[in-house]
């Protein structure tokens, strides 16, 4: 993707992220709702730079656009045999 920055154009790479049904769709209105807290609080680093929340109006289909910041977090976890990964402790 180029952007146009101050006038210069800038290359990035993208994510998209896409859903139609409706519980998947929650869930990227939920990330991007985070990503905007994030962003509200000052936290930028390993955060990505989110272009927006998009939903064509011919399909319903939606999508979730942001750079790419490296590999994800499911990919890093240590056991890959397992569906669940405990992040916190419980409450």
């Keep these: 993707m180029e ?3 101050d006038g210069h154009a ?3 790479t993208v994510v ?6 409706e519980k998947e769709v929650e869930g990227l209105r939920h990330e991007y709702r985070i990503y905007e807290h994030l962003s509200r609080k000052g936290v930028v680093d390993g ?5 927006g929340l ?3 109006t011919e ?10 910041v490296g ?6 976890r240590p056991d890959k045999t397992k569906e ?6 419980e409450t």
């Excluded at 955060?47 to 272009?51: D, E, G, M, Q």
């Excluded at 590999?71 to 890093?76: G, Q």
């Excluded at 669940?84 to 402790?89: A, N």
């Design 10 to 12: 800038q290359s990035t």
């Design 16 to 21: 998209v992220k896409v859903a139609s049904q």
């Design 84 to 89: 669940f990964v405990r992040v916190s402790k």
């Design 71 to 76: 590999t994800d977090l499911w990919d890093l």
């Design 59 to 68: 399909s319903e289909v939606t999508a979730l656009v942001m750079n790419h």
């Design 47 to 51: 955060i990505p730079l989110v272009f």
């Design 54 to 56: 998009f939903k064509d």
């Design 3 to 5: 952007l146009l920055v």
